[in-house]
């Protein structure tokens, strides 16, 4: 169980990275070894002032170059800086080195490098990211949270199979329930696009599709995967992550105001704590992309040492189920409906 | 000043709508005539029980022997229940009885039963709702909230200038800030919806375009409008008050854990106060449909009394301020981009 970390990924790199790390290498003992990807001076350093010992045979640094910036074009950057972190450490899945890849950097270019270098499994299209988020019946992730923008019905139809494969095996949700993220719960409601995957996903064989969803079934509804394009999911998951941090703030403003309720506020600080615990994004730490022919983690650009922790966690788990063959095969069990054959049908050409 | 108020509207119908009625009678001296519109027996019975004295010059009961359900089809519903509140109340205005409108009922037959009947303002195809978020430096509205799922540029553009107007003639904002909701804050980031919509923004005279925004430019951000079409619009609404509602819940949750933080909670019970009150729709009330020829506010469908009164004195506002001469001036000084003259500016057509 090999994972090589973009040592070099993240806005607060590569302090982040090598705290994680050093949790990681503690608390996971599967994790046999750890590939810190990176600039090498750089990442000795960091070691030294954070004391992880480079002579411990479970972790090495692997020399990079050059970094992709966080605001950088992703496939862009990826063609023109082979020598990145992203890139080398993707090479390194690629060639088995690495079981698989974690990184906070720049998610374009991560989505890019693992579908330009690893290429999409067999039958998928497009690879898409699950973002986990905190339920009431435990954890609902939206698919895709931001890797294909401009997602067709069939995207959608391919995200439900893998996600529900996710959950299943990985999460160990015995039968995953999935739901479209739409602007009502009717089944007429919703775009020409949500209508058309609406249709589609009442008639894929091996899910549990539930029907449309909304805002507050993210929180309240037992529920696993949250389907949606990658422009939706990733407004969706910003603008919630947004409120939880404005909540937050504006609560502490209000608490400042009277020393009466600074003093209540330390009384009540346990609660506090398990809400940030239950609610962080660091508890849960990466987000895997699906789809691509590898374990590919991505992590909050904002990650902290905690959360890059759990981003190996993830990455750990999800090579340990090993849920790309079954992917494939789900994919393969699928009635045919390529778009060439939906043509085909629609001008009834035989 | 006369406001019809769809007195069957809302989930909590008809309580909430004569609380409301009675809190704007109370505070609002400017609303000459609030006229109740609904089944009269049963408004007479709600009147009787809350104390609304129907002698009150200022209020009476219009009869309507149909309501249309939150859950049924908008317009189907608007062309098949001609004595439905909302098709009487629209009719008031339509004829010039009312002022204003003011729902808390089915948004969907709101929408549509205001755009057949009142139509939309020259220059304008689509109308859209304006729903106000609390932001750190005033309110920021997302523009448009559902009324028009499958926008095009042209409707945001069109909403810019409306947003623009709304903020600054009821708003009071000097230079109210415009942005474009997307996947990231660069230019190139987004749909090809968005970004043909960012291009014409950017040409767009008489509005302050600030760019993409994210997620937690609507709070953090000083933003007065910010665009999408209504499918992202209402997603984004619905979700950020679903996170705002579970962050409460489980705080609450893990304060009622031991009797020492239920004590903590106690001593600051202020700033939960403070907070529910800055963040509360309630607080806000209502949100103007912008577009059609006549003053709409739409209603949360789970208003309470205080969220209709709110939503009232958000109608006697915008009235006040007649924006819908402004809106059409506005429009009328953009340069002409009709889509039959792009067609033919595409294909070189003199």
Known sequence: ????????????????????????????????????????????????????????????????????????????????????????????VKEGTADAFVSAGNTGAAVAAATIKLRCLKGIDRAGIASPLPNEHGICNILDAGANPEAKPEHLVAYAVMGTAFARHVLGVAEPRVGLMSNGEEEEKGTTFTKETFKRLKDTPGINFIGNVEGHDLFETKLDIVLCDGFVGNIVLKSVEATAKAVSKWLKTEIKETPLRMAGAVLAQGAFKALKAKSSYETYGGSPLLGVNGVVIIAHGSSTGLAVRNAIRVAVETVEHKINPRIEEAMAELPSCAPVEMVKKALHID
Not at 53 to 64: E, F, G, Q, T, W
Request: aromatic share 2%; with cysteine.
């Open 1 to 92: 169980m090999k994972v090589a970390l973009d040592a070099m990924g993240g806005d607060h790199a590569p302090q982040i990275n090598i705290t994680g790390a050093i949790e990681a290498l503690r608390d996971f003992p599967k994790l046999t070894h750890l590939y810190l990807v990176g600039e090498e001076t750089a990442l000795q350093k960091e070691c030294a002032a954070q004391g992880l010992d480079l002579k411990n045979p479970r972790v090495s640094i692997v020399h990079a170059a050059e970094v992709i910036g966080m605001a950088e074009p992703g496939a862009k950057s990826v063609r023109r800086k082979k020598q990145s972190s992203i890139s080398i450490a993707m090479d390194m």
